[in-house]
Nanobody
C-alpha cells in the first residue's frame, strides 16, 4: 500500500528556513518519482521541486535558488529544504509520487500525502 506522510511545516519569519519531510512506504524511491507541490489560498496547485528514481532533480524558477530537494533511500524519505523563505511561499505543501520520471504536472501523480502547512509571516 503506497503511503506518503508530510511533516515539518510551521510558522517561520521571512528569511527563515524549514525542512519538509515526505516519509514514504509501499514502494521504493529508486523506481518512483517524488514531487513537491504547493497550494496557496485561492490559487491553483503548483509544482515546486521533483526528483526522479535515478536521483535527477528539478525545481521551478521561483524557488530553484532557495529550495533543495533530496532523498534518503535508507529512510525512504524525501526532503525539501527551504531557505530564505518569503511570504509568497505560504501554502499547503504536498508530496506526491508516480512511477516513472518526475514531472511538474500534478495530473500525472497517482498518490498524495495529506499536506503540511507552511506559513511565512512576521
Amino acid at each position: 500500500q503506497v503511503q506518503l506522510v508530510e511533516s515539518g511545516g510551521g510558522l517561520v519569519q521571512p528569511g527563515g528556513s524549514l525542512r519538509l519531510s515526505c516519509a514514504t512506504s509501499g514502494f521504493t524511491l529508486d523506481d518512483y518519482a517524488i514531487a513537491w507541490f504547493r497550494q496557496a489560498p485561492g490559487k491553483e496547485r503548483e509544482g515546486v521541486s521533483c526528483i526522479s528514481g535515478d536521483g535527477s532533480t528539478y525545481s521551478t524558477d521561483s524557488v530553484k535558488d532557495r529550495f533543495t530537494i533530496s532523498r534518503d533511500l535508507a529512510k525512504n524519505t524525501v526532503y525539501l529544504q527551504m531557505n530564505r523563505l518569503k511570504p509568497e511561499d505560504t501554502a499547503v505543501y504536498y508530496c506526491a509520487t508516480r512511477q516513472g520520471i518526475a514531472m511538474m504536472d500534478d495530473r500525472w501523480y497517482d498518490y498524495w500525502g495529506q499536506g503540511t502547512q507552511v506559513t511565512v509571516s512576521s
